[in-house]
Nanobody, 124 residues
């Protein structure tokens, strides 16, 4: 079974940057797309970036455009999320996900494999 593991979460000050990483145990296990989500306490997960692995095509919500960048390293089998100009409202738990049912979607119900999350805290 594919396992995903996020890392890179930390506490930073507003305006700072972080790069999250997501490593998969079996990167090419049929999953064509991957994505990053974040979750606030008591809320549903929010998609903040998706990537079609073979094409490199990406999709972002308006809230992430310009500050967040999703990328992947096929050699190292790692998915990244570069986050710049962080704001206190970016404080959340961040998850990576993999799936093939609807590539580039930001709907969490279209992804089958999830990591356990990494915490990002941004202070003002």
């Amino acid at each position: 079974q594919v396992q995903l593991a996020e890392s890179g979460g930390a506490s930073v000050q507003a305006g700072g940057s972080l790069r999250l990483s997501c490593a998969g145990s079996r990167w090419t296990d049929g999953s064509k797309c991957m994505a990053w989500f974040r979750q606030y306490p008591g809320k549903a997960r929010e998609g903040i970036g998706a990537i079609y692995l073979s094409l490199g095509t990406k999709n972002y919500p308006d809230s992430a455009k310009g500050r967040f960048t999703i990328s992947h390293d096929n050699t190292q089998k790692i998915l990244y999320l570069q986050m710049n100009d962080l704001k206190p409202e970016d404080t959340a738990t961040y998850y990576c996900a993999a799936g093939s049912r609807l590539c580039l979607t930001l709907r969490e119900d279209k992804y089958d494999i999830w990591g356990k999350g990494t915490q990002v805290t941004v202070s003002s």
